[in-house]
């Protein structure tokens, strides 16, 4: 059954970093790796994707230079590094799951993780 795990969240401080792992059951597959974000009373937003047949990556403007996406295909994993941590990135994240490429359209995607928050105050 696919299934597909976030771990990482967590408490941190303005300035600081956090990294959230997206674990897939899939050890083989065509398959990009999405990873959303949804405040409270905020629509759900996509902030960066990951093609799993090539290194293509992309990022939504509110995180560019300060997040940066990446895989381990040995391990069914795809990692999203954050730095430069602000509250404004408080928010519940998910990771998703698309065949084939990458898209920034919730409804592209067709697994999604239990979510893990990230939360970011002093």
């Known amino acids: 059954q696919l299934q597909l795990v976030e771990s990482g969240g967590g408490l941190v401080q303005p300035g600081g970093s956090l990294r959230l792992s997206c674990t897939s059951s899939?050890?083989?597959?065509?398959?990009?790796i999405g990873w959303f974000r949804q405040a409270p009373g905020k629509e759900r937003e996509a902030i960066s994707c990951?093609?799993?047949?090539?290194?293509?990556?992309n990022y939504a403007d509110a995180v560019k230079d300060r997040f940066t996406i990446s895989r381990d295909s040995a391990k069914n994993t795809v990692y999203l590094q954050m730095n430069s941590l602000k509250t404004e990135d408080t928010s519940f994240y998910y990771c998703a799951l698309r065949w084939n490429g990458c898209s920034n359209h919730r409804n592209d995607f067709v697994s999604w993780g239990q979510g893990t928050q990230v939360t970011v105050s002093s």
């Open positions: 899939l050890n083989s597959g065509t398959y990009a």
């Open positions: 990951i093609d799993y047949n090539s290194d293509i990556t």
